[in-house]
T-cell receptor
Framework: DTAVSQTPKYLVTQMGNDKSIKCEQN?????MYWYKQDSKKFLKIMFS???????INETVPNRFSPKSPDKAHLNLHINSLELGDSAVYFC??????????????FGEGSRLTVL | AQKVTQAQTEISVVEKEDVTLDCVYE???????LFWYKQPPSGELVFLIR??????QNEISGRYSWNFQKSTSSFNFTITASQVVDSAVYFC?????????????FGKGTMLLVSP
């Protein structure tokens, strides 16, 4: 069983399109995250949700909108895609509250290529 | 603000050599966690180790060992007798515990190339 799963794994699209990446975790974790890995391999947090509530929102363009329908899912929707959005997007989850150990469990990543 | 520095961008070794990957961190918190992740060419992030700020014991796991020194804010990673399969990008990361969630800050990674 995959603990944190993302779909799609690969996504190729044209500039200006809107696309979504879905993430689901079956670990029973309270907190989920989106990280972006750019072409230089740098990993940076974008968003975090705890029990469906937004708790971290780094400086990310408004074209990016996370949505958490329940605590097991955190989807990422991107409007009006730009060339610079090309990256690998990683979903992750962690325990919340006093159980938090700092460890994140990552999905396999979704490689987005904008042409 | 927390910061992780991996000064080595790329390291090339020949199989069976030992190699040490350096990691230096900055944080104002007294409670924090340090991690190493491996990212092989296939792209996934593989968890290697977590160390909390109160535990300075070094750790060995097979060919891997970690040296945590709070006095120098370093958490270095050594691979003994490297193998071609160790070729990957290795990330050091720091997590401060804020109200029960993790703000994991990554270093820029060190690419390790092990040639036969």
């Amino acid at each position: 069983d995959t603990a944190v799963s993302q779909t799609p794994k690969y996504l190729v699209t044209q500039m200006g399109n809107d696309k979504s990446i879905k993430c689901e975790q079956n670990l029973g974790h309270d907190t989920m995250y989106w990280y972006k890995q750019d072409s230089k391999k740098f990993l940076k947090i974008m968003f975090s949700y705890n029990n469906k509530e937004l708790i971290i929102n780094e400086t990310v363009p408004n074209r990016f909108s996370p949505k958490s329908p329940d605590k097991a899912h955190l989807n990422l929707h991107i409007n009006s895609l730009e060339l610079g959005d090309s990256a690998v997007y990683f979903c992750a989850s962690s325990l919340g509250g006093d159980s938090n150990t700092g460890e994140l469990f990552f999905g396999e990543g979704s490689r987005l290529t904008v042409l | 603000a927390q910061k992780v520095t991996q000064a080595q961008t790329e390291i090339s070794v020949v199989e069976k050599e030992d190699v040490t990957l350096d990691c230096v961190y900055e944080t104002r918190d007294t409670t924090y966690y340090l991690f190493w992740y491996k990212q092989p060419p296939s792209g996934e992030l593989v968890f290697l180790i977590r160390r909390n700020s109160f535990d300075e014991q070094n750790e060995i796991s097979g060919r891997y060992s970690w040296n945590f020194q709070k006095s120098t804010s370093s958490f270095n990673f050594t691979i003994t007798a490297s193998q071609v399969v160790d070729s990957a990008v290795y990330f050091c990361a720091l997590s401060e515990r804020n109200s029960g969630y993790s703000t994991l800050t990554f270093g820029k990674g060190t690419m390790l190339l092990v040639s036969p």
